[in-house]
């Protein structure tokens, strides 16, 4: 088991290669629980990212205790936020798709385009904060300490919220929108 110390010190000098060494050992044993609690692999990859960020600022800002070994830590932080996340799905109600609905589908699916230039409608009405984060993150690819520097964040886990909340208003409106299609 490494120490917390050691931990730091590796993460402060080679960054890239130690959270790369965690993911490779963690992620599978993530997704696999992701995946066998309803999630896919995609919720799996988010739901790391946010334990790995975690993991990465209490280590750097010395509040982290472990008691078992990193990759114990981020499944459990990653079952966490997991179980919160199908909690908040759980909240939200979804509409049923019946068979008129599957009628309409491939009308739906030749639409396609045009939800994709809503989607950017949507992108648009958030606001231009939320749109400079999130296309920071997902288009320019941009790490979240860059992105917390450059919006004056105060800290990494202040922009990964704000990427969070973000991203469920986009998703909220899209729900909206596709709600709104198969109510036609």
């Known amino acids: 088991m490494e120490t917390t110390a050691s931990l730091r010190h590796a993460l402060l000098t080679d960054r890239h290669r130690t959270l790369t060494g965690l993911y490779q050992r963690t992620f599978p044993m993530v997704r696999r629980h992701v995946q066998q609690h309803g999630g896919s ?16 600022e209490k280590a750097v800002g010395e509040t982290l205790v472990l008691s078992a070994s ?36 491939p009308e739906l699916e030749s639409a396609e385009t045009s939800a994709a230039l809503s989607v950017l409608d949507y992108v648009e009405q958030l606001g231009e904060r939320c749109k400079s984060v999130l296309l920071a993150f997902y288009y320019f690819q941009q790490p ?41």
């Not at 692999?41 to 990465?56: N, R, S, T």
């Not at 459990?76 to 309409?104: C, M």
């Open 41 to 56: 692999a995609q919720d799996a990859k988010d739901v790391f990212q946010d334990a790995l960020v975690i993991f990465y």
């Open 70 to 105: 990193v990759s114990t830590y981020l499944v459990g932080v990653s079952r966490n936020l997991w179980r919160r996340e199908l909690a908040r799905r759980r909240q939200q109600p979804l509409t049923g798709l019946t068979e008129e609905h599957a009628e309409r589908l």
């Open 144 to 184: 979240l300490e860059q992105i917390a520097r450059t919006h004056d964040y105060r800290s990494v886990r202040s922009a990964t919220v704000q990427k969070f909340k973000c991203l469920e208003r986009l998703r909220a409106a899209v729900r909206t929108l596709f709600a709104h299609d198969f109510a036609r």
